[in-house]
C-alpha cells in the first residue's frame, strides 16, 4: 500500500485547471492508496468553514468521494488555509494534523510540516503568523460577513506579493539550524514538508547520521505527488 504527499495547490475558483488535475489525481492515483497527506496551502485562500461556495463544495466532495473509497485522509494546515477547522474535516472525513506531526512507513519515522516555521529568518512573516493565528484575531474575522473577509484576504494578498517583491529568496527559504533543531527534537531521519516552492530533496548529516530533508513540489500548471512505499520505495509523480 502506498501513502501520498501533497501540498501548495493553492486551489482557487479562477484556477479550474489546477482543479481538474486535482480532482484527477483523487481519481487516478489517491482512490488507490492507503493514506493521502495534504501538507497545506490546499487553498489559495480559505476564510471559513461557512464559505458554502459551489467551488468549495467540488473540493469538500471530491475529498469526501476519496474518503468514503478507504483512504484515510490528513490535512495540515498552511499559511493561507490555516481556518480550515471542524466543520471542513468532518464533511470531508480529513483528519486535522498539528504544526509538527510524525509518522512511520515501514522502519521510516518521518516528521510533516507545512514548512513556513522554518524560515525563520522571514521575521516579518513569522510576526504576522502569530498575531493571525491568535484566538482573538481569527475570532473578529469570523465574525464579518464573507463579503468583509474576501476583500481583506485580497488586501493581505496584495500586501504578501509586495513583500515576495521585496524580500530576498535566502530570507522566504528555510534555514538549516531550524530543520536541523525540528529534527533533533523529533529525533527523525526524514523531513518531509511545503511552502518554499522550491522542490527538492536534501541530504545532509545530523549528529553523525545521514538525514533527508524533501520539499513537495507545488501545483502551477501541473500536479505533484511524493508516493512512499512501506519497503522503501518512493517516487514522485507528475499530473498534467
Not at 464559505?51 to 468521494?65: C, E, G, M, T
Request: net charge positive; aromatic share 8%.
Amino acid at each position: 500500500m502506498t501513502t501520498l504527499f501533497i501540498a501548495d495547490l493553492h486551489l482557487q475558483e479562477n484556477r479550474p485547471d489546477i482543479a481538474e488535475l486535482f480532482f484527477r489525481f483523487l481519481r487516478e492515483h489517491a482512490a488507490e492508496a492507503k493514506a493521502l497527506y495534504i501538507l497545506g496551502d490546499l487553498f489559495e485562500a480559505w476564510i471559513g468553514d461557512d464559505d458554502d461556495s459551489d467551488f468549495n463544495r467540488s473540493v469538500i466532495q471530491a475529498l469526501r468521494r476519496t474518503h468514503d473509497k478507504g483512504v484515510v485522509l490528513h490535512f495540515m494546515p498552511g499559511n493561507r488555509d490555516f481556518l480550515i477547522s471542524k466543520k471542513f474535516c468532518k464533511e470531508t472525513g480529513c483528519h486535522l494534523l498539528p504544526d509538527e506531526h510524525l509518522i512511520q512507513i515501514g522502519d521510516q519515522r518521518m516528521l510533516l510540516m507545512h514548512g513556513d516555521t522554518l524560515c525563520t529568518r522571514d521575521l516579518k512573516y513569522l510576526k504576522f503568523r502569530k498575531r493571525s493565528r491568535g484566538f482573538l484575531m481569527q475570532t473578529l474575522f469570523l465574525l464579518r460577513s464573507l463579503e468583509k473577509r474576501r476583500a481583506m484576504v485580497q488586501k493581505g494578498r496584495e500586501r504578501s506579493r509586495e513583500h515576495t517583491a521585496t524580500t530576498a529568496m535566502e530570507i522566504m527559504d528555510v534555514t538549516q539550524e531550524e530543520v536541523e533543531r525540528v529534527m533533533r527534537k523529533h529525533q527523525v531521519s526524514e523531513l518531509i514538508h511545503g511552502h518554499t516552492h522550491r522542490p527538492a530533496e536534501h541530504h545532509f548529516l545530523l549528529d553523525n547520521r545521514k538525514v533527508r530533508r524533501t520539499v513537495l513540489a507545488p501545483w502551477h500548471e501541473r500536479g505533484f505527488a511524493l508516493v512512499c512505499r512501506e519497503n522503501g520505495e518512493r517516487e514522485s509523480i507528475e499530473i498534467k
